[in-house]
Structures are given as C-alpha cells and as structure tokens.
C-alpha cells in the first residue's frame, strides 16, 4: 500500500523566496491552461488535451510576458497541468458516479491557505548526505527527520500551509512486512461527544475537546486581527497569529487521533464503527463539537493502518438503532432523548449504560464476538410487586425481531 510521509522544512530566506516563485509559476500554469478549456468549452470546441497544453506551455516560455517560467524547474510546471487532468477526471468520475461528486475545477489563488509544488524523479532531487532535501533552483533545505522511511520515495511534494510553515511529502511504497502477529480480543467502538469513544468491553475514552480548550486564545487573535487596517504590514502578523493558533489545535488534534487509533489497532484484532453521517450531523446545533471530535479523520486512520498491520476493520450502518436495543436479549425498547444516559430494559430487567449499550450493539452488528467484560449491563435487581408474590413472572421469548435488524442476540 502507499503510505504519505510528511516532514518539516526550515528554508532560509533565499530559499523561502524561490519557493514562493515556484509556487506562483505552478499557479500560473495551472490557471492559464484551465482557463483555455473554459474558453474552448464556451466557444463549443472540442476538450483540449494534455498535449495541446503542454506545447502551449513551451511557447508560452519564449514569450515576453511568460519569460519568467523558465526560472523554475520545469517539472513542476508539468506535474500542475497533470494536477488539472486529475480535478478534471474527478469531476467527470463524480457525474458518471464512479465516485462522490466533485466541483468543477476552480481558478487558483495566491492567498489559498495552501500553495504546493511537486517534484518527481526526473528532477533530480535527492536527499544528501548530510540529511537535506535538494531540490532544483532552491538549495539544499534542512529537513527534520522524525522518522525513517521504509523505502525510497520517487516523488517529494513541498507543502506552505497557512500558519507560513513549509513541509516535505514524501508517498513511499509499503509490504507486508509490518503485520501484528494476531490476537484474540474483538471490541465495538460507540464515537460521541460526552466521551470521544465508548468500546464495548466498558472503557470510555474521554473527549479532549482541543478547539475548545483553545478558543479563549482563539478569540483574542481573532479580535487583535480584526483591529488592523487591511493590507497593511500588522494585519498580515496578526493573520499569521490567527493561523498558527488554529494549526496549534489541528496538530494536537491529529497526534491524539494517531495515538488512540494505533493503540485500538495493536490491542484488537477486529474492530467495528459506526458509519456517522458527519455531514448531516455538522449542520445541527452540534456542529462546533462534531467538527472539534474529527470522527472521520480518526475513522480513516483506523481503515487504513488496519489495513497495514493485517487487522480487521467493519463498518455497520448509519441506520442500525443500536441505542435502542437491549444488548443482553436483544429486544428493541424504542428511540430515547439524548438526557438519557442509563435505562432499565423493560423486557430482562438489565440496567444498561447508553454508550456502552450501544458499542456492544455495534460489535454485535459487525459480527464480532462482542464482549461486555466491565460494562454496565448486568441485569438489576428489580423489586416483585405485591400482586406478583408467590409467581414467576415469564420472559418474553426471544423475538425475531433483533435478527431483521442485524444485531445478533446473546
């Protein structure tokens, strides 16, 4: 599989302007040759191809208005009219519904929160002895290297992110050398907002809630940036200050993200999630805290090192009521207010925890021997009424009704 490494770069101030050119003339080149297919498309004529751009861009060099080009790697200016193939592929993909829909490809802006460059092999970049990245008409620029990479990269991508740092992608090739040797325990994962995840042997991992802890700090920026006269010199720090406060609260974000979801996937051979409707949940009231959790990040961190270290990861649909059904008999005992926590189940008399009522549940849907080991839903000690002393009060038999919705009973 391909994994993307990423690594922090510290240009200095000569290197920091050739790649603020280059980032403009991969700009350039893309804008100019979308807007010659717009043109061609408005005008009726037929889809311009790669090759037609790639001889406009040559000419384009000799020219006196385009001259400054040349000052720039040629790859790169290549590799952003093969950017221009792919949002025009996935655009096209998403109307055939080869894949969710895509916008049209839009006109690039040199105030994006990102500006990005790509290098392949024939630009004859490398990293040196001494540990630097040297890349093309930039220089040798100083790497951190937290890490080693498991195998020799063929493209490196130069990242500038709104905060103004700058950082070395790397997409490497991977085998199957790194499988955890396997393991018995199988766990079901309730993601919320009380508590970020709910397993179902009864753990409850609490929410750090980073955007929130940080939106003091945030406030402050913001207000001092809304104070400064625009396009002048203090506006553009006070934009920085904005941006690195909020880099601050994503990269904290991320590190929790990859340290929960490697310690789930080393500790558990299968593991079941709920498939959430993000979107949806992040036009409610909620939207805030559903954006400050970052369920899909850390869903899509669990997909894919399950697929690296040879783990198992099921996904159960939106629909199922897992927080409806009991998870000791499996009776189905109705939809209930988010106020409720803990509930009594009206057919076994088990006293049941809402979350991990639920991840049992979710276990149990993905077909994983879910295990309730810790968790609130032993059955309670419920009083005989006065009218039923001397009686045995029957149980309901087990209903089929669990079954049609895909959570098996005990």
């Given at each position: 599989?391909?994994?993307?490494?990423?690594?922090?770069?510290?240009?200095?101030?000569?290197?920091r302007?050739?790649?603020?050119?280059?980032?403009?003339?991969a700009?350039?080149?893309?804008?100019?040759a979308?807007r010659?297919?717009?043109?061609?498309r408005?005008?009726g004529?037929?889809f311009?191809?790669?090759?037609?751009?790639s001889?406009?861009?040559?000419?384009?060099?000799?020219?006196r208005?385009?001259?400054?080009?040349g000052?720039?790697?040629?790859?790169?200016?290549?590799?952003?009219?093969?950017?221009?193939?792919?949002?025009?592929?996935?655009?096209?993909?998403?109307?055939?519904?080869?894949?969710?829909?895509?916008g049209v490809?839009?006109?690039?802006?040199?105030?994006?929160?990102?500006?990005?460059?790509?290098?392949?092999?024939?630009?004859?970049?490398r990293?040196?002895?001494?540990?630097?990245?040297?890349?093309?008409?930039?220089?040798?620029?100083?790497?951190?290297?937290?890490r080693t990479?498991?195998?020799?990269p063929?493209?490196?991508?130069?990242?500038?992110?709104?905060?103004?740092?700058?950082?070395?992608?790397?997409?490497?090739?991977?085998?199957a050398?790194e499988?955890?040797?396997?393991?018995?325990?199988e766990?079901?994962?309730?993601?919320?907002?009380?508590?970020f995840?709910?397993l179902?042997?009864?753990?409850?991992?609490?929410?750090?809630?980073?955007?929130?802890?940080?939106?003091?700090?945030?406030?402050?920026?913001?207000r001092?940036?809304?104070?400064?006269?625009?396009g002048?010199?203090?506006?553009g720090?006070?934009?920085l200050?904005?941006?690195?406060?909020?880099?601050?609260?994503?990269?904290?974000?991320?590190?929790?993200?990859h340290?929960?979801s490697?310690?789930?996937?080393?500790?558990?051979?299968?593991?079941?999630?709920?498939?959430?409707?993000?979107?949806?949940?992040?036009?409610?009231r909620?939207?805030?805290?559903?954006?400050?959790?970052?369920?899909?990040?850390?869903?899509?961190?669990?997909?894919?090192?399950?697929?690296?270290?040879?783990?198992?990861?099921?996904?159960?649909?939106?629909?199922?009521?897992?927080?409806?059904?009991?998870s000791a008999?499996g009776?189905?005992?109705?939809?209930?207010?988010?106020?409720?926590?803990e509930?009594?189940?009206?057919a076994?008399?088990?006293?049941?925890?809402?979350?991990?009522n639920?991840?049992?549940?979710?276990?149990k849907?993905?077909?994983?021997?879910?295990?309730?080991?810790?968790?609130q839903?032993?059955?309670?000690?419920?009083?005989?009424?006065?009218?039923?002393?001397?009686?045995?009060?029957?149980l309901?038999t087990?209903?089929p009704?669990?079954?049609q919705i895909?959570?098996?009973?005990?």
């Amino acid at each position: 599989m391909q994994l993307r490494y990423s690594f922090r770069l510290y240009p200095s101030a000569g290197q920091r302007m050739a790649l603020a050119r280059a980032f403009g003339c991969a700009r350039v080149v893309f804008n100019d040759a979308l807007r010659v297919r717009e043109e061609a498309r408005a005008a009726g004529a037929p889809f311009v191809t790669s090759a037609e751009l790639s001889r406009n861009l040559t000419g384009a060099k000799k020219t006196r208005e385009r001259v400054w080009l040349g000052e720039v790697s040629a790859v790169i200016l290549q590799q952003s009219l093969r950017d221009l193939d792919t949002a025009y592929r996935n655009f096209f993909d998403g109307l055939k519904g080869k894949r969710p829909k895509m916008g049209v490809p839009r006109f690039k802006s040199k105030r994006d929160n990102r500006q990005s460059i790509r290098f392949t092999a024939n630009a004859s970049w490398r990293i040196t002895p001494g540990g630097k990245l040297r890349l093309p008409k930039v220089g040798d620029v100083p790497v951190r290297w937290s890490r080693t990479l498991p195998s020799t990269p063929s493209t490196v991508t130069v990242v500038k992110d709104a905060a103004g740092r700058y950082f070395a992608s790397f997409v490497v090739e991977t085998d199957a050398c790194e499988v955890l040797p396997e393991t018995t325990p199988e766990i079901g994962i309730d993601l919320g907002l009380g508590h970020f995840a709910v397993l179902s042997d009864g753990r409850k991992i609490d929410s750090p809630r980073f955007l929130r802890r940080a939106e003091k700090r945030l406030k402050k920026a913001q207000r001092d940036l809304s104070r400064k006269q625009k396009g002048s010199n203090n506006r553009g720090k006070a934009r920085l200050k904005v941006a690195r406060a909020h880099a601050q609260v994503t990269d904290a974000r991320r590190e929790f993200h990859h340290r929960l979801s490697t310690r789930l996937i080393r500790e558990n051979q299968a593991i079941a999630v709920e498939d959430l409707c993000v979107k949806g949940l992040a036009r409610t009231r909620l939207a805030k805290s559903v954006h400050d959790a970052g369920w899909s990040a850390f869903v899509s961190m669990l997909e894919y090192k399950a697929a690296r270290y040879g783990r198992t990861l099921v996904k159960i649909g939106r629909f199922e009521p897992t927080s409806q059904v009991c998870s000791a008999c499996g009776v189905k005992d109705g939809p209930k207010p988010l106020n409720v926590r803990e509930w009594t189940c009206s057919a076994c008399g088990t006293g049941l925890d809402r979350d991990v009522n639920a991840a049992v549940n979710v276990a149990k849907a993905a077909g994983l021997a879910a295990s309730a080991c810790g968790a609130q839903v032993r059955p309670a000690p419920v009083p005989a009424q006065r009218s039923e002393t001397g009686t045995r009060q029957e149980l309901p038999t087990a209903s089929p009704q669990w079954e049609q919705i895909g959570i098996p009973g005990l």
